[in-house]
């Protein structure tokens, strides 16, 4: 993390889209390094070493999800994507390929400010960083591997926990049905989707208040899941806004 | 006419004089033999009045030569005594020729005016499509010009609450435009078959649980309530096209229904499929036929109230068609509107038992 404002990777070929990117993100606190095309994002990432890149999938030289990859290869940055609807299998690419995040467009810059929050949250934790998971009224202890709900504990089996610490390592960021299924039951499961309709359903009737309207344990339709949860003890007061 | 139809026709009429005779059999004992003559010209009429000319000659010389030999003296054979049988023949064949050649004007002009019902029909949706772009587009570009205008053009002589109501038209204008665009786009690919449906095993309570979180602002003014087994199977579909089908009716039961009214979602098991509905207490359905509802461009009784695109509902049936279900709008007695759509129930494969703690 370099200093208290952190520094942003815009890659976007779209000068008017940039631009407003550009005033909200400088407003909120962050400098902003523009890249108006793939080759050229690929070159700034290694010199500008940003903390976090945005990445739009329509560019016009270098697929975005190429980028990613090019990315990955050197770094664990967080990196969101924006995505047209009609990039739908991008998208997912995408993040199979190493992407954090997705916004799709049009969006509200208050869903791109936040997405931004949650990854540079997750770059400063590091890996394991967190272990205390607060769900309502469930909470997870993932390193002693309790959990309780109002105080009881509950019993999660081997699969089902696997699959809860698999979303907690990627906290409020979205988790592919690929990389859930092949880091729960291995990659020769990675188009079981059937397992994780099941095991989810399992796992909300344990720790969600109202299973069939989940507040923690959330779907995104046709990509794959997100984990909402608080965390509790270590960062507290870090992250201001 | 197909080839397929011909033999169907020459079977038919085959058929239709097997019958005459059997019923001139059953008259003869008790009948003239020109009622016999008669059953045969029925016989004719209905092949000429149902097939085409082929058919319709094959039955007047089939019906005459059975005629003839069946019951004509001397039975048995060919010879014509009585000249009055020729012009029996000739009459029969004459009136098959005459309503066969009737019938197929009239079959002719059927097929043109179908032509011409379509031709009007895209006409309707072409123009109807244009309607609704200067209206539903013009309109809201109207809107974000003349706000952002404002705001560049005077922004700081405004307190910072203009400012802010001004900024939030722009984008809300902005979003109704983007959904609007792509609906279009959308009802574009469904009918082009442009989609590929790339299926996976779904929960519905998932999709249910998404859709509401997406539309949550829209249907913020409604009291949602669901109803879903906990223990529904899962279904092998698209399950973001599901979920848009399914927002669709949850939109469309906002937008005619009452602030405070409830909305429910519920799901059965039925045979082998999955039924979902989406049912409201509002003013209930117009009169006529519902199935209307489903075309394009079709608003409902209080469009003025409700805005929306005339797509919704039809993108709803083209995305449950193409996954083989069926969509249907029902009257709610005591008021208010039932949309149901069907999905197929596959029997999914097993998840292996995890060993017990």
């Known amino acids: 993390m370099s200093g208290l404002r952190p520094n942003v990777l815009v890659v976007e070929d779209d000068p008017d889209i940039r631009r407003f990117l550009r005033a909200t993100l400088t407003a909120d606190g962050y400098r902003v390094v523009e890249s108006a095309s793939g080759r050229r994002a690929a070159i700034d990432a290694g010199t500008h070493k940003p903390d976090v890149a945005i990445v739009d999938l329509g560019l016009p030289d270098l697929d975005g999800v190429e980028l990613i990859r090019r990315i990955r290869q050197w770094s664990p940055m967080p990196i969101i994507v924006l995505s047209a609807r009609t990039q739908e299998t991008s998208k997912i690419e995408a993040l199979d390929a190493g992407a954090d995040d997705y916004v799709t467009k049009p969006f509200a810059v208050g869903e791109l400010l936040a997405r931004l929050r949650v990854a540079l949250r997750h770059a400063r934790r590091g890996p394991g960083g967190h272990c205390l998971l607060r769900l309502s009224t469930a909470s997870v202890d993932l390193e002693q591997r309790r959990v309780t709900r109002a105080g009881r504990a509950v019993h999660l089996t081997p699969i089902e926990f696997r699959l809860l610490a698999c979303m907690a390592k990627h906290l409020g960021m979205v988790v592919t049905h690929r990389q859930l299924l092949t880091e729960v039951w291995g990659p020769t499961h990675e188009r079981d989707t059937h397992y994780l309709r099941v095991y989810m359903k399992q796992l909300r009737d344990k720790l969600e208040e109202d299973p069939m309207q989940p507040r923690h344990l959330i779907t995104e339709t046709g990509v794959g899941y997100r984990l909402v949860a608080e965390e509790e003890g270590d960062f507290v007061g870090e992250d201001g806004n | ?357």
């Not at chain 2, 004992?29 to 085409?52: E, H, I, K, W």
């Not at chain 2, 405070?260 to 409201?280: F, H, K, M, P, Y």
């Not at chain 2, 209930?284 to 469009?303: I, V």
Request: hydrophobic share 50%; charged share 20%; glycine share 8%.
């Open chain 2, 1 to 357: 006419m197909k080839l397929s139809g011909n033999w169907t026709g020459y079977g038919a009429a085959v058929a239709a004089t097997g019958a005459a005779t059997l019923a001139g059999w059953a008259i003869t004992p008790r009948f003239d033999l020109v009622n016999v003559a008669m059953v045969y010209l029925l016989a004719v009429v209905v092949v000429a009045y149902r097939f085409a000319r082929g058919p319709a000659v094959l039955a007047s010389v089939a019906s005459v030569a059975a005629f003839d030999v069946l019951f004509v003296p001397p039975r048995g054979t060919f010879s014509v005594h009585d000249l009055q049988y020729m012009l029996t023949f000739a009459i029969m064949l004459a009136v098959g020729l005459l309503i066969s050649g009737l019938m197929d004007r009239v079959r002719r002009q059927a097929a043109e005016r179908a032509a011409l019902e379509i031709a009007s029909e895209t006409e309707r949706i072409r123009s109807a499509l244009l309607a609704s772009i200067s209206h539903d587009l013009r309109t809201p570009l109207a809107v974000m010009a003349g706000a952002s205008s404002a705001l560049a053009a005077s922004g700081e002589r405004m307190s910072a609450a203009e400012r802010n109501a001004l900024a939030r038209s722009v984008f809300e204008q902005a979003r109704d435009m983007s959904d609007h665009v792509a609906s279009v786009l959308q009802m574009a690919r469904l009918e082009t078959g442009a989609i590929e449906l790339e299926r996976d095993w779904a929960a519905l309570p998932e999709i249910v649980a998404s859709v509401l979180d997406r539309l949550r602002e829209r249907l913020a003014a409604h009291r949602v309530l669901l109803d879903l087994p906990g223990d529904l199977p899962l279904v092998r579909v698209n399950a973001a096209l599901i979920e848009q089908a399914l927002g669709n009716l949850l939109e469309n039961a906002a937008r005619h229904t009452a602030a405070g009214t409830v909305v429910r979602v519920r799901a059965r098991q039925e045979d082998r499929q999955l039924v979902v509905s989406v049912e409201d207490f509002g003013p209930g359905l117009p009169d006529g036929d519902l199935e209307r509802l489903f075309a394009k461009f079709q608003h409902g009784a209080s469009e003025s109230s409700g805005g929306g695109t005339g797509l919704g509902l039809a993108i709803c049936r083209a995305i449950v068609r193409l996954h083989g279900g069926r969509v249907w709008a029902e009257r709610v007695p005591g008021g208010g509107a039932a949309f149901r759509f069907t999905l197929a129930i596959e029997p999914a494969p097993q998840v292996p038992p995890e060993p017990g703690p």
